[in-house]
């Protein structure tokens, strides 16, 4: 694996988990909830009147994100090298993957771990042990 050092930005990367750790603080010490995507999402889907409305108001700052970065800079280009169908296939697998693990990877690895909770940790170590060994196969086994 290479650093691309001219485009590496460690003040933007730096800037970007400040926020997270202070919205997922905020949400947690505000609203006493969890700031894992998938649970906000999956209640979305099934919404309570109480919680919509904060739910709503998360996912939809998570979408305004990038149109805000947009005002201050370009997007970072985005190269997906796959098609739709793996695409839909991927997306589904960490859907089940999420409901399986009760928790996603900012469930589990951003507030869980900030928790010190074993369920986390255990959690964090499967996802990235898998993510490791998908890249391993997919670039050094398969050749894609």
């Known amino acids: 694996m290479l650093i691309d050092w001219t485009h590496f930005t460690p003040w933007s990367a730096l800037a970007g988990g400040v926020l997270i750790g202070l919205a997922a603080a905020a949400l947690v010490l505000l ?23 904060w739910r709503i108001a998360f ?46 990877t900012s469930g589990h690895g951003v507030c869980g771990l900030s928790r010190l909770s074993p369920r986390s940790l255990a959690a964090t170590a499967a996802f990235m042990a898998a993510g490791f060994a998908t890249v391993f196969v997919a670039r050094h086994l398969l050749g894609a």
């Open 59 to 104: 996912v939809l700052g998570l979408l305004a994100a990038p149109l805000l970065w947009r005002l201050y800079g370009p997007l970072p280009e985005i190269r997906v090298h796959a098609g739709a169908g793996l695409l839909a296939v991927a997306g589904l697998l960490v859907g089940l993957g999420t409901r399986y693990g009760a928790g996603c």
């Open 31 to 53: 609203n006493g909830r969890i700031a894992g995507i998938s649970g906000i999402v999956g209640g979305l889907l099934r919404p309570t009147r109480a919680e919509a409305g």
